[in-house]
């Protein structure tokens, strides 16, 4: 009986073209899965912590505080909160994913696929999108029962979610890069978002702050954001909307060539 061999071809190494859509969808996937684990953590808690929030401001100071601008307390407070809770937790799952996978030892796991630096930002934000949307979405469903939040101009509640989740993500990518253990990221948090984002109007029209901290108030990104978003839903805007989205955009674009710079260079990741 005549052996017969059949020749198997070389194997050709996979080529991909100019941008690797399989490694980056892969890496997203892997981010939202990432949190989805521990949805419980990750959505249900930033939801109730939201929710008590409005619960007690309202209840403190909602019948003595009156409308505001002609807008019910409570539905002016609303949106800031939403808002408030997209942000903080778009930067908290960009940061923690690339500071946990430093401090485990195993960002190798994203660094050694054929991903660019540009794959690897866009993965990262779009997770950190992904989970700020989530949270925002199910606190403002939510609230729904108690509060109206009917849309007045849909473009600026979908403008300001998404890029104010961008740039948090982003700056939640360059902190997470930076960082070398937890206490860092709390640096961050405590001492630049939380502030900012407290002072930015979400509890109170800034119209009635005395100078100079009314002029403060229109340098402050997060008030751009919060006031947008929350125009979006009332109409009602502090500041210029037309500002907003410039100041908002411009930001983002700094944070992106940042970002991308970042993580081309490997520094703090590759050393």
């Known amino acids: 009986?005549?052996?017969?061999?059949?020749?198997?071809?070389?194997?050709?190494?996979?080529?991909?073209?100019?941008?690797?859509?399989?490694?980056?969808?892969t890496l997203y996937r892997k981010e939202v899965h990432r949190f989805g684990k521990v949805i419980i953590q990750t959505v249900f808690a930033p939801v109730v912590t939201t929710l008590l929030f409005f619960a007690v401001i309202n209840l403190a100071f909602g019948e003595r505080r009156g409308d505001v601008a002609g807008i019910p307390f409570s539905d002016f407070l609303a949106p800031g909160l939403i808002l408030m809770g997209l942000l903080q937790n778009?930067?908290?799952?960009?940061?923690?994913?690339?500071?946990?996978?430093?401090?485990?030892g195993n960002s190798v796991d994203f660094l050694m696929p054929p991903l660019s630096?540009?794959?690897l930002m866009i993965a990262f934000i779009a997770g950190a999108v992904t989970r700020g949307v989530v949270v925002a979405a199910a606190t403002g469903i939510v609230m729904a029962f108690f509060v109206d939040l009917t849309p007045a101009h849909i473009w600026a509640i979908v403008f300001y979610a998404i890029t104010g989740a961008s740039l948090l993500g982003m700056v939640g990518l360059i902190g997470g890069v930076w960082a070398e253990k937890f206490d860092h990221i709390a640096v961050i948090t405590n001492f630049i978002i939380t502030p900012l984002t407290f002072l930015s109007g979400t509890f109170y029209s800034i119209e009635?702050?005395?100078?100079p901290f009314y002029t403060l108030s229109h340098i402050?990104?997060?008030?751009?954001?919060?006031?947008?978003?929350?125009?979006?839903?009332?109409?009602h805007a502090d500041g210029s909307i037309l500002a907003g989205v410039l100041i908002i955009l411009a930001l983002n674009a700094i944070l992106i060539a940042i970002s991308y710079l970042v993580l081309r260079s490997g520094w703090r990741l590759k050393s």
């Open 1 to 25: 009986m005549t052996e017969t061999h059949t020749t198997r071809p070389a194997p050709v190494p996979r080529r991909f073209g100019a941008l690797n859509t399989l490694g980056l969808w």
């Open 208 to 211: 009635v702050l005395p100078e």
């Open 220 to 235: 402050n990104p997060f008030f751009y954001m919060i006031d947008g978003f929350r125009y979006g839903f009332t109409g």
């Open 90 to 104: 778009a930067f908290a799952n960009s940061s923690s994913s690339i500071l946990v996978s430093k401090v485990q």
């Open 117 to 119: 630096a540009l794959e």
